[in-house]
């Protein structure tokens, strides 16, 4: 593989992978092209890409989920040793013998909650795909990945994302949607096991479903990716360890999914302030009827 077939490779992941429209797909698409396939270190390598840009242009909202999550729980075990007349063991907890304010009544504690619920949010989102995925995922891979199939799944993946703007009541933010559509939410990307269907098309599509604004839907969707990509990524490790080789094409397709996954990020934000995701629908449309006639 070529130094510039690696660069298209790499950015076409860091892309794709944001976007509502397949990376799986369009990776295929253009190693097609190239007239080979990459092994298993550049598919790692990319994830791993994507999962860095992700954790970098969210930092702030990382940040503030530890740290809120950490305040809550100690708030939330001072509040009840000191409700339960735990003065004893209270005293013995240096952690606790210090606090001297009721933090269990002020905004700090809610702010500090909010974190929380995020945080437990993305992971009960995360449980499904994994679960599904343990059981299913290499029989789908065999027998779905072609390119009639992932035409097939990019044009319902389309459709459906585009049924789910237009029926969207788009009243829900982050922090106030409940546990029931967060469940629903993460059932939504267990379609992204279908190769074509796309990560966060499924989840922009599954919140829209359950009413999520169309920004939070995005954010949602981007940030569940961290805990995904990550953990596909370590699945990986075994067989990348196999196969890996150091070569410049390698850390070139690393750099360049880091710095595609970051610009896709920043322009989806943008774009989705102003228009629907009609445009990615258009596009799937377009890519899965192509997918389809060449696999003919």
Do not use: C
């Not at 504690?109 to 995922?137: C, D, E």
């Not at 049924?163 to 029931?180: H, L, P, V």
């Amino acid at each position: 593989m070529s130094i510039w077939e690696a660069i298209i490779l790499g950015l076409i992941q860091g892309i794709t992978e944001i976007l509502p429209v397949s990376s799986t797909a369009h990776i295929i698409l253009f190693t097609q092209l190239f007239g080979e396939k990459p092994d298993i270190s550049f598919n790692v390598i990319m994830n791993f890409g994507s999962w860095i840009a992700i954790m970098i242009y969210f930092y702030d909202i990382w940040l503030d989920l530890v740290v809120g999550t950490l305040n809550f729980v100690k708030i939330t075990i001072y509040t009840w040793l000191k409700e339960n007349n735990k003065s004893k063991l209270k005293n013995k907890l240096p952690r606790f013998s210090r606090m001297t304010v009721d933090y269990g009544k002020n905004e700090f504690y809610y702010n500090s909650k909010k974190q929380f619920i995020l945080g437990f949010n993305l992971i009960l989102a995360t449980i499904p795909v994994l679960v599904i995925a343990f059981f299913i995922k290499d029989f789908l891979n065999k027998n779905l990945e072609n390119n009639f199939m992932i035409g097939v799944s990019l044009i319902l993946g389309g459709g459906l994302l585009y049924i789910a703007e237009i029926i969207s009541k788009q009243k829900y933010n982050i922090e106030n949607i409940g546990f029931g559509k967060i469940i629903l939410i993460g059932f939504g990307q267990v379609m992204s096991l279908i190769p074509g269907f796309s990560r966060s098309g499924s989840t922009i599509m599954a919140s829209l479903f359950v009413g999520l604004k169309r920004k939070d839907a995005a954010t949602f969707a981007f940030l569940l990716g961290a805990p995904v990509i990550l953990i596909a990524t370590i699945v990986e490790i075994p067989s990348f360890i196999n196969d890996y080789q150091m070569s410049l094409e390698v850390i070139l397709s690393f750099m360049f999914s880091i710095i595609g996954t970051l610009v896709s990020i920043h322009i989806l934000y943008k774009f989705i302030q102003k228009q629907s995701f009609l445009v990615f629908v258009i596009y799937r449309f377009i890519l899965g009827v192509f997918l389809i006639i060449n696999s003919i």
